[in-house]
């Protein structure tokens, strides 16, 4: 057989590069195809152009990391795409995309509209697109949800028929209706603990001024299920109530349950 020549040899390496690569835009998370236009902000977080100018056009701040950007500080990037790997392959043989799959996302609520001086209520979400965990000082459903507030990430509880998301901060109850994320569900378990204590798999749903981990967290208070936030090293769990922050010993944390991994012909392995 004749050596090809340089030529042939470079039109099969790109015939046989892949369409397809394992990053995924976090917006609307699907994987990064050879020929999307795909955009970066200036804090290097990268998206489909169309899904980041959608998102600027609601907020002048990264969707990803919430730092400061516009469409005025974005520029395009383009990424290589290099041929499957061995690892990819046993990726595709195995359920580990399962796994992945199980991780939790946030994912930006955007396009809440304004009637008057209140927020459009909104329909409750499907069940995969988010986890229903209580309600509000009213009884109306509350799903699991964080919030930019100052210096912090607080957990809070997403009221779709209000369009707004309460959380608690330094000793008031906030009602909010910017920045909010709402958690996909996922496999999950509320396990009881106390006394700022949180389980192995506890899902970390923000971080306080002081960059210390705040738990998702859910516990009842005068006759209703509310979500909110513990705090380890004040050793309570906080919740918004009225108005205010109340806070109790005694809760039950959202705690992420393990997937089995396993490849064609290996054993199991825990992700």
Not at 65 to 77: A, D, Q, Y
Not at 96 to 123: C, K
Not at 173 to 190: A, D, R, V
Not at 233 to 250: L, Q
């Amino acid at each position: 057989m004749e050596p090809k020549d340089k030529e042939s040899v470079k039109e099969d390496l790109v015939t046989t590069k892949p369409t397809l690569l394992n990053v995924m835009c976090s917006i609307c998370f699907d994987f990064y195809e050879n020929n999307d236009q795909i955009f970066s902000t200036t804090c290097g977080h990268i998206f489909h152009k169309k899904c980041l100018y959608i998102a600027l056009k609601n907020s002048k701040t990264c969707p990803e990391c919430r730092r400061p950007s516009g469409s005025n500080r974005v520029h395009p990037i383009f990424l290589n795409f290099g041929e499957r790997t061995e690892m990819d392959l046993k990726w595709n043989e195995s359920n580990a995309s399962d796994a992945y799959a199980n991780i939790p996302i946030w994912t930006p609520i955007y396009g809440l509209e304004w009637n008057g001086s209140q927020r459009v209520p909104q329909p409750p979400p499907e069940p995969d697109e988010a986890i229903q965990a209580g309600t509000d000082s009213e009884g109306n459903p509350t799903y699991v949800a964080r919030v930019y507030f100052q210096d912090d990430l607080l957990p809070a509880g997403y009221v779709p028929s209000k369009g707004v998301a309460y959380a608690s901060h330094g000793c008031h109850g906030y009602t909010l209706s910017e920045n909010i994320e709402l958690l996909n569900n996922f496999k999950h378990q509320w396990v009881a603990d106390s006394n700022g204590h949180v389980p192995e798999g506890a899902v970390v749903g923000g971080y306080s001024e002081t960059e210390e981990d705040l738990y998702i967290a859910r516990a009842q208070y005068n006759d209703k299920i509310l979500l909110g936030k513990v705090h380890p090293s004040h050793r309570v769990m906080y919740m918004p109530y009225n108005g205010i922050e109340v806070h109790t010993t005694e809760y039950e944390v959202l705690v992420q349950e393990k997937v089995t991994v396993q490849s064609v012909g290996e054993t199991n392995n825990e992700a």
